[in-house]
């Protein structure tokens, strides 16, 4: 190789580890390295649609977020084809309805959600009354739309960005999802 090309293939060889570096260096500094591993696949999905048939006899859809065939909330609906995803508003209590496939066992008693935030803080985001809590006690099975059992609860995501929520049945952990919060 000549000289020019020697120097053009080690600039663009300096470069390339550069950005490579700063890359890493922002996912690792911005977003904790446990909430970044999950980012990749993990963020907001659709995981699946519930076909419902609503009160007037027409066929509708619930989107729920989460892990199919395990763990969703209830994010959407509408008309089958037509439902819509709605927001989820940081400092806006809202009201979520949980859906969960398993074994008696694995989906019923001390229900809890820890919500970690961007910056790795954990935060109780179940609401009960005017108050945060890290659980609801002894949850009790209750198939719905099709799910094994069903929680409805109210949340509260105090900021906006990715939200890893850890949920825990009877201090086990069931599963985990990785959210989007936005601002109003």
Not at 21 to 49: D, E, G, L, R, W
Not at 88 to 103: P, S
Not at 115 to 126: F, R, S
Not at 142 to 155: F, K, V
Request: charge should be negative; charged fraction near 20%; hydrophobic fraction near 40%.
């Amino acid at each position: 190789m000549n000289n020019l090309t020697t120097r053009l293939l080690l600039n663009f060889i300096i470069t390339l580890a550069i950005s490579l570096c700063i890359a890493i260096f922002i996912t690792f500094q911005v977003i904790p390295s446990h909430i970044a591993k999950q980012i990749s696949n993990n963020v907001q999905k659709i995981a699946q649609s519930v076909e419902v048939t609503f009160g007037v006899g027409t066929k509708g859809e619930f989107l729920l977020i989460g892990e199919e065939g395990k763990v969703g909330f209830l994010v959407g609906s509408g008309k089958k084809g037509e439902a819509v995803e709605e927001k989820i508003i940081a400092n806006k209590v809202n009201k979520y309805m949980w859906h969960f496939w398993g074994d008696k066992d694995s989906i019923s008693g001390d229900f809890k959600v820890v919500g970690t935030d961007k910056e790795g803080k954990e935060h109780p985001v179940l609401v009960s009354g005017n108050d945060t809590v890290w659980q609801y006690s002894n949850t009790s099975i209750s198939p719905n739309n099709g799910a094994d059992s069903h929680i409805p609860s109210n949340m509260l995501f105090p900021t906006s960005g990715l939200w890893k929520l850890e949920i825990y049945f009877n201090d086990k952990l069931f599963d985990e999802i990785v959210i989007n919060v936005e601002d109003s």
